[in-house]
């Protein structure tokens, strides 16, 4: 119950000289408001047998109550010692009835920190635990001893405000585990101490020499980084601008750490890896982020949740030809696509008549086959359909050009920890002569050296407008078979090097790059997983990146994945093992941007992976739609472009993420398909876009004997695709 004025009134007049300034009394209460959980932890601790009436915990309340009596404002209009000593008994009186003054102001286990009486000039740092939760484990309850004495810290507040702060260390006497705000260290049985965190803390430490944060101000810079793309750089500089001129200043460093001591506590979390993640205690950023990126994912990561999403963007009923028709649909055969009728292409298909057109591998039937009905007694089901493509952004790796290792020094380092003695070596391949001297990339042969030159000059005469101007050309190309691809490309033509053309020459001038972040995501937009292409985006490298993905929840895969390759990704599998599992799962389809710009003679990509055929082969992938004038058409069901959305927002962190080390990379990636994760869920629940019950009802539904009846028009399409899979057998 909260304390009346009169009660109020009692407290000040019971525990304050008539002397003392009002200010000053009410700063002492909200510090003994603010002790309110050392006075929990003596409580656990006297529970236990044959323990002092005078614990740990009480001395340091004591000792805080004292320190609070002598403030600045204590002794205004009344000083020297007999003050002091005046201040003093009436400290040690509040210690003694300190339960009682607990009571008077209201102060319990249901409202023990609200709202401070007077400023917030001081606060307490401890565990929220009262027990040990390293002996909880092995089902034991433990109470907490005072570690040390308390000591002080700094802590930046929500507000922007450094506060003077005592911290206070659990400690438990039977397995040597140390409770800080944020973690708990405890030694491992071979002579180390690990630590896990604590993932509801209120503070987090982002400096051993004593500089903590408010969780508060980690969310912030998480606002920041979705809404201004801010780095912490930017975040650092930003508070420092709003403290006061003098004060302590935050550092890149504690920046930084405030970011990997948040993100870190979020992505374990969100990867259902909190329960068993630890590492080294008090380790250094770099190792701890090193333990962190090793636990949800290194070069990739899958989000287990979202396996299982679902939502009326990326999950529909499963849907077949007589839908169609119910819904009025007229038909369109893939006649004249280009110049290319389908007879031609089907013809070519079966016997290769047509040199021009480029058949179906073996082992692909001619067409799809007729999805008229669902079979009696079966559920209908659902389909789900996942978007992937490839953005052209990565961090750098040693310059060698079979080595995947990272840099060992990522300011302007080429090679990684084993090739680091290349660098005395000429940079032009395979020469294998040393360097001229130590600053030099070549060695001393002038046609190497004038080369080398040349290659510095590359863009000495391209202002940064021509450059965009030759990116925009070279995208525009119109010799390129395929649509052209997102990413901004630069070709600058180099002089051949004794007869090897220019752009043939193998050098390690700089250092290379990982090609592409691969990504996937469902249709609405929801990301699943993201891994790195090293070299190209080649159909193995893609297989496995998908393989990877659905290896442990292969009845999760989706009906439907939209690739800008997807006809090579299919001929790739279909080659390599025509039994693979992902031919009888999944089909593999073109998005609609880059499907335009595929060849009309290619008989897979037009028979197979249509995004939206209209000859009703592929009934889930359309819908039916009726305009203004009562006319029905035929509209794509599915967003097959929400892996190029999911590129354009990531165009905002490209520069952040081009300077990162692998391991900042690796988590900064986490971080932003996390947060994307979460934007997308925020979208989909305002919009109302959740599957209901009724959806899994439908789906789940047994259709009846001769629910779905199949006219004569399509037995005629089922016969002609029967004999059709015959001519290809023969």
């Not at 300190?98 to 401890?126: I, K, Q, R």
């Not at 003077?164 to 002579?191: K, M, S, W």
């Not at 994307?676 to 305002?686: G, N």
């Amino acid at each position: 119950m909260a304390p009346t004025v009169r009660d109020l009134i009692f407290v000040l007049e019971m525990f304050f000289p008539r002397w003392m300034a009002m200010g000053q009394a009410l700063c002492v209460l909200d510090t003994v408001r603010l002790l309110f959980p050392i006075l929990q932890l003596h409580r656990r601790q006297r529970q236990d047998r044959r323990q002092p009436r005078l614990t740990g915990w009480l001395k340091s309340i004591l000792a805080s109550i004292k320190t609070a009596y002598q403030g600045p404002q204590a002794h205004i209009g009344y000083g020297g010692r007999e003050a002091e000593a005046e201040a003093e008994e009436y400290a040690e009186a509040m210690h003694g009835d300190l339960e009682v003054l607990f009571e008077l102001m209201g102060w319990d286990d249901e409202h023990p920190v609200n709202a401070g009486l007077y400023t917030n000039s001081y606060l307490v740092l401890c565990t929220e635990r009262r027990s040990c939760a390293v002996c909880a484990i092995t089902g034991h309850e433990a109470s907490l001893r005072r570690r040390i004495e308390g000591r002080r810290v700094k802590v930046l507040t929500a507000g922007l405000r450094w506060v003077q702060a005592e911290l206070f260390v659990g400690h438990c006497i039977n397995c040597r585990a140390d409770h800080y705000p944020d973690r708990v260290t405890y030694p491992n049985g071979h002579g180390e101490r690990i630590e896990r965190l604590e993932y509801d803390t209120k503070y987090l430490r982002i400096s051993k020499h004593g500089i903590w944060t408010e969780r508060d101000v980690a969310v912030m810079q998480e606002h920041m980084l979705l809404r201004f793309r801010a780095g912490w750089s930017n975040v650092a500089d930003y508070i420092n601008d709003l403290l006061p001129q003098g004060t302590l200043q935050v550092t890149y460093r504690q920046s930084r750490r405030l970011f990997l001591e948040h993100f870190s506590r979020r992505l374990l979390v969100a990867h259902q890896k909190a329960h068993d993640f630890t590492c080294p205690a008090h380790p250094s950023s770099q190792m701890f982020a090193e333990h962190v990126r090793r636990k949800i994912g290194e070069d990739g990561g899958v989000n287990i949740q979202a396996l299982h999403h679902g939502c009326t963007g990326c999950t529909h009923r499963k849907r077949y030809r007589a839908d169609l028709v119910q819904e009025g649909a007229m038909f369109h055969e893939i006649d004249a696509v280009a110049g290319i009728q389908r007879a031609d292409l089907e013809l070519a298909a079966v016997d290769n008549a047509n040199a021009e057109i480029r058949p179906i591998p073996v082992g692909i039937p001619i067409r799809p086959p007729a999805q008229d009905a669902p079979a009696p007694g079966e559920p209908r089901g659902y389909v789900r359909m996942a978007v992937m493509d490839g953005k052209n952004v990565g961090h750098r790796i040693c310059a060698l050009e079979d080595c995947r290792k990272p840099l060992i020094n990522f300011r302007d380092g080429r090679f990684c920890q084993d090739h680091t003695p290349m660098q005395d070596i000429c940079g032009i391949i395979p020469c294998g002569r040393p360097v001229r001297n130590h600053s030099a990339m070549t060695c001393d042969d002038p046609v190497h050296r004038n080369w080398h030159q040349q290659w510095l000059n590359r863009f000495s005469r391209l202002s940064f407008p021509g450059v965009q101007r030759v990116i925009r050309q070279q995208r525009l190309d119109p010799n390129a078979g395929h649509a052209p691809r997102a990413g901004p490309t630069l070709r600058v033509n180099l002089p051949a090097l004794n007869e090897i053309p220019g752009d043939r020459v193998v050098h390690t001038f700089r250092a290379r790059s990982v090609y592409c972040l691969e990504t996937l995501q469902w249709a609405c937009g929801m990301p699943i997983a993201w891994g790195k292409c090293y070299k190209s985006e080649s159909q193995p490298q893609v297989y496995a990146f998908i393989d990877r993905v659905w290896q442990t929840h292969r009845d999760l895969r989706p009906g439907f994945i939209a690739y800008d390759d997807a006809c090579d990704l299919l001929r790739h599998i279909v080659t390599q093992n025509p039994g693979d599992s992902w031919l009888t799962t999944t089909k593999f389809i073109v998005d609609a941007w880059h499907y335009i710009g595929h060849k009309a003679t290619d008989a897979l990509c037009r028979m197979w992976c249509n995004p939206a055929p209209k000859d009703g082969s592929q009934p889930d992938l359309v819908l039916i739609q009726e305009d203004e004038d009562g006319a029905r058409h035929q509209i794509r069901a599915f967003n097959t472009e929400t892996a190029e959305q999911l590129n354009s927002w990531l165009d905002g962190f490209e520069a952040q993420l081009r300077n990162m080390t692998n391991i900042n990379y690796d988590i900064f990636v986490h971080t932003l398909f996390m947060l994307y994760a979460e934007r997308v869920q925020r979208r989909i629940d305002s919009s109302g876009d959740a599957l209901d019950d009724g959806f899994w009802e439908e789906v789940d539904a047994r259709a009846e004997q001769g629910e779905a009846a199949i006219d004569d028009r399509m037995r005629v399409d089922q016969d002609e695709a029967a004999i059709d899979d015959r001519m290809r057998v023969d």
